[in-house]
């Protein structure tokens, strides 16, 4: 053999060898890539849990399951990568610890209302509703259109929260009382349930105001604690029996106009979220709360019928110097809140500001349509 031949038959065969080993290797490393995506594709995700603690009785119509629906929302859209479980009002903490237990983390979410928590900062009471303040519509366009949520967030920062809004009931009721209210005399002494500014308005008129967890008011009425109790409305107040222990049952709910009801949600915990989950509950917090607004407004009528039709309730109407009387002692209220400190002041003229334009425009839509609609009735 010619060492030429020799040599180039010696390279064919190494290059052969040199070939093989390139494919064995290829195909070893596709085998494993193929069992490395096997394995990750069948572990499974893990499953953030979190708990949402509520100053509503469990699963209290409209409130309670308001907040069931909030964390329904979240668990669903995550794909079941998030499990919310929500614990009434005591079965965690106590109703009106509801703010402490998620700032510190005991609780990663709660669902209240903002006005619960006004030991800490007047302040806040803004964001849940003022006496003749905003409409739900005009909260909603408050807090999601004119600056109120980023003012309500810059509130709550401090504390290691994040508010977002999470429902609404409408204009409640103006609440429910064991005697006429002929007058401004039949305020002065009156012990009634009612928080907020609304609570020191009738302060200022002459009454007690005492701020009671919803489980508590029956009882309280039924003992004579109290002598005069606003919940929400129609749908809610059927449900405690409030019709049991008041004759009178008084509109309009000038203390409540649109009380926004908050998602309060543990800032480390929403930090460590990703991205996407983030974006989550975020969406499923405004979904909750046009969604229960929508349910207030179904379920009000038919329940308030109940109440005149079945139950024999007496509804009346304020007097008209009464309520004048609360408008002026609530301005009063405001406008002292609003000079407190300057971030009280800046939270008050973004929200009466915003009142303005929204009382201006209705004076062309919601206000003259029902103006029309009502006329020849």
């Given at each position: 053999?010619?060492?030429?031949?020799?040599?180039?038959?010696?390279?064919?065969?190494?290059?052969?060898?040199?070939?093989?080993?390139?494919?064995?290797?290829?195909?070893?490393n596709?085998?494993?890539?193929?069992?490395?995506?096997?394995?990750?594709?069948?572990?499974?995700?893990?499953?953030?849990?979190?708990?949402?603690?509520?100053?509503?009785?469990?699963?209290?119509?409209?409130?309670?399951?308001?907040?069931?629906?909030?964390?329904?929302?979240?668990?669903?859209?995550?794909?079941?990568?998030?499990?919310?479980?929500?614990?009434?009002?005591?079965?965690?903490?106590?109703?009106?610890?509801?703010?402490?237990?998620?700032?510190?983390?005991?609780?990663?979410?709660?669902?209240?209302?903002?006005?619960?928590?006004k030991?800490?900062?007047?302040?806040?009471?803004?964001?849940s509703?003022?006496?003749?303040?905003?409409?739900?519509?005009?909260?909603?366009?408050?807090?999601?259109?004119?600056?109120?949520?980023?003012?309500?967030?810059?509130?709550?920062?401090?504390?290691?929260?994040?508010?977002?809004?999470?429902?609404?009931?409408?204009?409640?009721?103006?609440?429910?009382?064991?005697?006429?209210?002929?007058?401004?005399?039949?305020?002065?002494?009156?012990?009634?349930?009612?928080?907020?500014?609304?609570?020191?308005?009738?302060?200022?008129?002459?009454?007690?105001?005492?701020?009671l967890?919803?489980?508590?008011?029956?009882?309280?009425?039924?003992?004579?604690?109290?002598?005069?109790?606003?919940?929400?409305g129609p749908?809610?107040?059927?449900?405690?029996?409030?019709?049991?222990?008041?004759?009178?049952?008084?509109?309009?709910?000038?203390?409540?106009?649109?009380?926004?009801l908050?998602?309060?949600?543990?800032?480390?915990?929403f930090?460590?979220?990703?991205?996407?989950?983030?974006?989550?509950?975020?969406?499923?917090?405004?979904l909750?709360?046009?969604?229960?607004?929508?349910?207030?407004?179904?379920?009000?009528?038919?329940?308030?019928?109940?109440?005149?039709?079945?139950?024999?309730?007496?509804?009346?109407r304020?007097?008209?110097?009464?309520?004048?009387?609360?408008?002026?002692?609530?301005?009063?209220?405001?406008?002292?809140?609003?000079?407190?400190?300057?971030?009280?002041?800046?939270?008050?003229?973004?929200?009466?500001?915003?009142?303005?334009?929204?009382?201006?425009?209705?004076?062309?839509?919601?206000?003259?349509?029902?103006?029309?609609?009502?006329?020849?009735?």
């Amino acid at each position: 053999m010619r060492p030429n031949n020799f040599l180039g038959k010696l390279s064919t065969v190494i290059m052969l060898l040199f070939s093989m080993l390139i494919l064995n290797a290829c195909g070893d490393n596709s085998s494993a890539n193929a069992q490395s995506s096997s394995s990750a594709a069948t572990t499974p995700t893990e499953v953030i849990k979190w708990k949402m603690v509520t100053t509503w009785p469990k699963n209290f119509p409209g409130l309670g399951t308001g907040a069931n629906n909030l964390a329904k929302k979240i668990n669903q859209l995550s794909g079941g990568r998030m499990e919310v479980r929500v614990y009434g009002a005591g079965e965690l903490v106590p109703a009106l610890e509801t703010f402490d237990a998620v700032s510190r983390g005991t609780a990663q979410m709660g669902h209240g209302a903002a006005y619960y928590w006004k030991g800490k900062n007047d302040v806040f009471q803004f964001f849940s509703t003022v006496p003749f303040g905003l409409t739900a519509q005009e909260m909603n366009g408050w807090l999601y259109n004119g600056g109120g949520l980023e003012l309500w967030q810059k509130a709550y920062a401090k504390y290691n929260l994040i508010p977002m809004p999470a429902g609404n009931m409408g204009v409640q009721m103006g609440g429910w009382f064991n005697k006429e209210i002929n007058n401004l005399d039949d305020l002065k002494g009156l012990k009634m349930r009612i928080p907020g500014l609304g609570g020191e308005v009738l302060k200022r008129a002459g009454g007690t105001p005492v701020n009671l967890p919803g489980g508590e008011l029956f009882t309280a009425m039924q003992s004579g604690t109290i002598d005069a109790v606003e919940w929400v409305g129609p749908f809610n107040d059927l449900t405690f029996g409030f019709y049991k222990v008041a004759k009178f049952y008084y509109y309009p709910g000038w203390h409540e106009p649109g009380t926004t009801l908050e998602a309060i949600i543990n800032k480390e915990a929403f930090e460590a979220l990703p991205a996407d989950l983030q974006v989550i509950v975020k969406s499923a917090c405004k979904l909750a709360n046009h969604e229960m607004l929508a349910e207030y407004v179904s379920r009000n009528n038919d329940a308030l019928q109940t109440l005149i039709n079945k139950h024999k309730v007496q509804v009346k109407r304020f007097p008209d110097d009464v309520l004048e009387k609360l408008r002026t002692l609530s301005d009063d209220v405001v406008k002292e809140l609003a000079n407190k400190d300057a971030f009280a002041s800046e939270v008050y003229e973004s929200f009466s500001s915003y009142r303005k334009k929204t009382e201006n425009w209705s004076e062309y839509s919601e206000r003259a349509y029902l103006n029309v609609r009502s006329a020849d009735k």
